[in-house]
């Protein structure tokens, strides 16, 4: 395997250190992803505790991303600010802090209160992660190394499941939610003491005037020969860059960009992902599974998660990310079209619920092998380097809205309509998603960052000079 070797390839002109440092700045993924999933299990002992209504149960599960949104929209500054190091040892303190917070929560109101805040430190730890990977990973294998982050969420996501299953429904004589929800303080602490033992992003000390630091962490992770070519570079980015704002992101030729960025930000949420990982075990507990087998078959969708999500870091660079996400989206529909005819049917119980049950797995199958992953991975891919940043920032928000917003709405609107028509309704955003795709989405496989960006310059961003007009054309060429 290609990307394996690449990865792995002893005679590579890295060390082993640059790994680890991935390793350990993708466990922000963990936390993200740990924090997604916990809430599924805990939902459904925290009504023995206090009164929940389906829009209060909304709003617990999406307090959250609330808190998410306003980490995204100040995580690169941050970042910039403080460096990435200390950023990342400060969102694993707040989510440790928060994990005590949320499980000691005496009342509703503050539960509330302490997710927001550990939002904040999700939100954060989903921009800072993927930047300190991409800023210290050799070139070769970023790719690979970058993919490490949603491969961390998926695996937050199966430990919060396993969490979950362990300590429901009471342990030791606490009630299993506040177990639950203090467990995320364990990947935090582990994330904070890996980070302690990090180097900060060489380019951010350049970028800080601390060029000779700089020139001691690559030293660690590079062939040494190559060092003193990497930080003329990045002081020539540097100094000639001018870092550029929001702004630039409405000018014409980056539109394409933008729209596909933001698009699939929010493609991705609608498609319902977070439907079934957030409410996974009340949706098995409707079918007619017992709360522990809820549970556990919830487990089994965190494995296909983490599994698929392998398949798809193996197979990206080979077949490309349109057919991952064409196939991907085309799987969803079809399969949320049988997981809502399931709940039309009689009979939940018998061999419908197997069919219902195998659906939502295919379903997350689908989703890990193409939405999942190769969101994360576009939007770093088809920005101009000068506004790189600020688009993901702004991506992310949209990602971390949209996720919100179904959240929020999602059990009310089950309520309402009922399970079956719920899941079509989903259908057809993932069929509209299809045509987005289809019509709207480059191939960026192969491809330069600076290829990719001067397609964009040129309006042929789908590989052919598109629907421009001679006047905007040469606009675009000034
Ligand atoms: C999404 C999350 C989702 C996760 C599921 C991520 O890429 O951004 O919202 O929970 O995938 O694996």
């Known amino acids: 395997m290609d990307v394996v070797n ?229 002081r020539e980015v540097s100094e000639i860059e001018e870092k550029g704002g929001l702004s630039d992101l409405l000018e014409p030729w980056v539109r394409p960009a933008l729209i596909v960025g933001v698009g699939l930000a929010i493609i991705q949420q609608f498609s319902g992902i977070n439907t079934i990982i957030y409410y996974a075990p009340t949706i098995l507990s409707n079918i007619g599974f017992g709360d522990i087998a809820s549970l556990a078959g919830t487990i089994g969708i965190g494995v296909v998660n983490v599994v698929l999500t392998i398949v798809a870091v193996l197979l990206v660079d080979r077949v490309g990310r349109r057919p991952l996400l064409l196939v991907g989206t085309a799987g969803m529909t079809v399969m949320l079209a049988i997981l809502g005819l399931g709940f039309f049917l009689p009979g939940l119980s018998g061999v419908i619920g197997y069919v219902t049950l195998g659906s939502m797995f295919l379903y997350v199958a689908f989703y890990a092998i193409s939405l999942g992953p190769v969101f994360w991975l576009l939007i770093s891919e088809i920005y101009p380097l000068r506004i790189r940043g600020t688009a993901e920032g702004v991506a992310s928000v949209f990602n971390w809205g949209a996720n919100f917003l179904v959240g929020l709405t999602f059990l009310p609107l089950i309520d309402r309509i009922g399970e079956g028509y719920s899941f079509w309704i989903l259908g057809a955003f993932c069929l509209l998603a299809f045509v987005f795709i289809y019509t709207r989405v480059p191939e960026t496989m192969g491809r330069s960052l600076e290829e990719i960006e001067a397609d964009l310059r040129d309006n042929a961003i789908m590989g052919a000079d598109a629907d421009a007009g001679p006047a905007e054309r040469e606009h675009r060429t000034e």
């Open 6 to 234: 690449r990865v792995f390839n002893a005679e590579s002109d890295h060390g082993t250190f640059v790994y680890f440092i991935a390793a350990i700045a993708a466990l922000n993924g963990l936390l993200f992803g740990f924090d997604v999933g916990v809430i599924s299990g805990a939902l459904l002992y925290i009504d023995q505790s206090f009164t929940l209504s389906p829009f209060l149960e909304g709003v617990v599960t999406s307090s959250v991303l609330v808190g998410a949104m306003i980490g995204a929209a100040i995580g690169g500054q941050l970042a910039d600010r403080f460096g990435r190091r200390r950023l990342t040892l400060a969102g694993a303190a707040v989510f440790f802090v928060g994990s005590f917070g949320m499980a000691l929560s005496p009342t509703l109101g503050w539960l509330i209160v302490w997710r927001v805040i550990e939002g904040v430190a999700v939100g954060v730890a989903s921009i800072v992660g993927p930047l300190y990977i991409a800023e210290t990973a050799p070139p070769d294998v970023r790719g690979a190394l970058g993919f490490l982050q949603q491969l961390m969420i998926t695996l937050g996501i199966l430990l919060a499941y396993g969490t979950n299953y362990f300590f429901a429904p009471e342990f030791l004589g606490i009630i299993g939610w506040r177990w639950m929800l203090w467990f995320g303080a364990v990947p935090a602490a582990v994330l904070a003491a890996g980070t302690y033992f990090l180097p900060e992003s060489p380019r951010w000390l350049v970028e800080n005037q601390r060029v000779e630091e700089a020139r001691s962490v690559l030293s660690r992770i590079r062939d040494t020969d190559a060092v003193g070519e990497e930080i003329d570079e990045i």
